[in-house]
């Protein structure tokens, strides 16, 4: 499965009207509960329902990836007890949602330095991927503790590690089976929602290629309409992958 996986800057991935595979940072939760004098966890509670129907709308449009970035490595400088209340949240989605995701035939996966949860925590996370793992309607990817300089270097320790010539001059095909998403194509888009435009340590290495969308809707209100312009923008790209335009109109009618 892995060597099927084109590299958008080694070869030219398949383009469609729909994206394969999109990664989305959550952002806005806090703002939208202040803006409603609530607490702050009260807007993360609120983007749990966000994230339901954002999956049920990947499913209706023919997705077949969705990575969310739910906890950054940098999150654990948030005031000690959202992060608590954070961690709570999450083991509760997990016990609440994974016999629905089952049941949708929705695989999950949580990716990510599992090493700082609580080991009932990753308890919880080994039995939902291992009774989700044969589902096929959707790959969801839930990144937790995660960070993009991490998972390079994570995946750069494997490969040396699993090497045992201790060789030199590794290629982008060396390393990418050891990267956390590398049984995914890359993203076609990247979705922020909140009003800020940045990367924020999500996905480094994956998202050379990706195309970007920026939205002041805060993610509580990311609704239906929202993913619908997210995808309208995408569709208005061109996405030449280092070609000219003059190339990309030479090859479209062959694909």
């Known amino acids: 499965m892995l060597s099927r996986l084109i590299s958008s800057t080694r070869g030219i991935p398949e383009r469609g009207d729909v994206p394969q595979h999109i990664a989305i940072v959550m952002d806005g939760n806090g703002r939208w509960a202040r803006q409603r004098f609530l607490p702050r966890v009260a807007g993360h509670k609120r983007g749990l329902d966000t994230v339901r129907d954002v999956v049920k709308l990947c499913i209706d449009h023919g997705v077949a990836h969705l990575t969310l970035f739910a906890f950054s490595s940098e999150n654990w400088r948030r005031p000690q007890e959202e992060v608590s209340f954070l961690m709570q949240l999450f083991m509760q989605a997990l016990r609440e949602e994974v016999k629905k995701l089952h049941k949708n035939n929705i695989r999950l996966r949580v990716i990510g330095d599992l090493s700082r949860f609580d080991a009932k925590l990753v308890e919880t996370i080994s039995q939902a991927e291992q009774l989700t793992a044969g589902n096929s309607a959707l790959s969801l990817s839930i ?21 045992d010539s201790k060789r030199k001059g590794f290629s982008e095909e060396d390393l990418a089976p050891y990267l956390c998403l590398a049984n995914a194509p890359e993203p076609d888009l ?5 009003g800020e435009q940045r990367v924020s340590n999500f996905l480094l290495w994956q998202l050379a290629y990706t195309e970007f969308y920026f939205t002041d809707c805060l993610w509580p209100d990311f609704n239906s309409a929202e ?16 070609r000219t335009s003059e190339q990309l109109s030479s090859v479209r009618p062959q694909e």
Do not use: P, V
């Open 190 to 194: 990247f979705i922020r929602t909140g």
């Open 227 to 242: 993913f619908d312009l997210a995808i309208a923008s995408y569709r208005q790209r061109e996405r030449r992958f280092g």
């Open 143 to 163: 990144a937790a503790n995660y960070g993009g300089r991490w998972d390079i270097l994570n995946a750069m320790n494997q490969m040396l590690a699993a090497d």
